[in-house]
């Protein structure tokens, strides 16, 4: 038998529901904070995340799905989608038009990670970029946007980690002396961090094997190395959410895995997922056009919501609660009342309720269904009914079973009586 690719699943019902739940939140959210959506293509040319993840990222060297293409042009299916988003903006030239690009996106992304809980080769994001300027008040909103999105999911107890990696004129200085310190301590790291001491020593900070953590502690804080033009940009950025109230705990080791980031990044982390506790990240780009090899400068911020992992939490939350349970079942009894049940099921269908029809079977049978696929109700239809234009609705939740009119039923559908 054939089955699904390993590391790849099937969303099925009752789950889809809660990812329906998910997305229908964030595009509510998004469209209060006037963001659009955005549809890229699923893959791209190689060099594109070469270039915006970066050479030297564990995504570009162990995990891209690379393709030779049969004109034998190197493609890649997208393992991340802000470098394709920048892409699509210098492409179409998104700067010229008024104000700043606010863009969304819900998608698969394609990665070959090693599969565990919470952690497939298929996963999902909904994400956005805020395209077109370099205020802080944008990171704030961001951030604020993220939160509300989390919230209105039904997720609750997360923390939100808030960090500035500064800019290419106070890294540098920062750099060197991670180096320095590093020169010392990384013989004793693993093999990981004794390769980035040399080749990029800010990643050394995003090592999370146990052993290696009372080194990457003693280790100096970049928040004492900003610039003056970093550091009003962080304590803004602050500000701005203490204003909103919104909490968040600095972290300056967080320097997150992808080489574009600038002064602010963010993650936000969540218990109930165990290690792989990370539901969002996020940050500012400003070098990324640049470095695709765009003439436009395009500073921007965005993130990307891992879907997988925020569903996993907001079902084990709220387990049962967003399953899609019809409204109404018809159990028929018999040929003419099948067809009357037709009729019926077509006009409520019109007026947007959710109504299953019993194909036949023995009533006990069609009950015990009715009850398994939540239906709010039951209507048993026979031939008396029909001739007097009385039906029986049975309200499953109470058990309670009532004469109702034909042109009542969609009133107590709506629970008015
Ligand atoms: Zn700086
Ligand atoms: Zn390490």
Redesign the pocket.
Same mark, same amino acid.
């Given at each position: 038998m054939i089955r699904a690719v390993k590391g790849t699943r099937d969303l099925l019902p009752p789950s889809i529901a809660v990812w329906n739940h998910v997305e229908q939140v964030a595009r509510r959210v998004f469209r209060a904070y006037h963001y659009q959506e955005i549809r890229t293509p699923i893959f791209e040319e190689t060099q594109l995340f070469a270039r915006g993840v970066g050479e030297e990222t564990d995504i570009v060297t162990k995990e891209m799905y690379t393709f030779e293409d049969r004109d034998g042009s190197s493609l890649t299916l997208r393992p991340e989608n802000t470098a394709a988003v920048i892409r699509a903006y210098l492409e179409h030239r998104l700067d010229q038009r008024p104000g700043i690009q606010k863009l969304f996106y819900l998608g698969p992304m394609f990665r070959r990670e090693r599969p565990q809980k919470g952690r497939y080769r298929q996963f999902y994001q909904i994400g956005a970029e805020a395209i077109g300027s370099e205020s802080p008040a944008i990171d704030a909103e961001v951030i604020e946007l993220v939160v509300e999105i989390l919230e209105r999911a039904g997720l609750s107890g997360f923390t939100t980690l808030l960090n500035s990696v500064?800019?290419?004129? =106070? /890294?540098p200085r920062y750099v060197a002396r991670l180096r320095e310190e590093l020169g010392e301590a990384a013989p004793r790291m693993c093999p990981d961090c004794q390769r980035r001491a040399v080749t990029n020593p800010l990643r050394v900070l995003d090592c999370k094997i146990p052993e290696d953590q009372p080194v990457i502690e003693r280790l100096p804080s970049i928040l004492d190395h900003? =610039?003056?033009? =970093?550091?009003p940009?962080f304590a803004a950025v602050r500000q701005y959410l203490d204003d909103r109230g919104i909490a968040y705990e600095v972290r300056p080791r967080l320097v997150r895995g992808l080489d574009y980031y600038m /002064?602010t990044t963010f993650e936000v982390v969540h218990g109930a997922l165990g290690a792989q506790n990370s539901v969002l990240g996020g940050g500012r780009y400003d070098g990324l056009a640049e470095s695709l090899g765009g003439r436009i400068p395009a500073p921007g911020i965005g993130f990307s919501i891992g879907e997988d992992r925020l569903v996993m939490a907001v079902e084990e939350a709220h387990p049962g609660r967003f399953a899609d349970r019809p409204d109404l079942m018809i159990l028929p009894l018999g040929e003419a009342a099948l067809r009357h049940a037709g009729l019926l099921a077509r006009e409520l269908r019109r007026q947007d309720f959710s109504v299953e029809v019993s194909p036949g079977g023995k009533l006990k049978r069609t009950l015990e269904t009715a009850h398994k696929i939540g239906a709010r109700f039951v209507l048993i239809l026979g031939d008396d009914e029909i001739a007097g234009g009385t039906y029986s609705l049975k309200d499953m939740t109470s058990g309670v079973q009532t004469p109702v009119r034909r042109e009542e039923i969609a009133r107590r559908l709506e629970g008015i009586q």
């Open positions: 500064g800019c290419p004129a =106070c /890294r900003l =610039c003056d033009v =970093c550091q940009h /002064r």
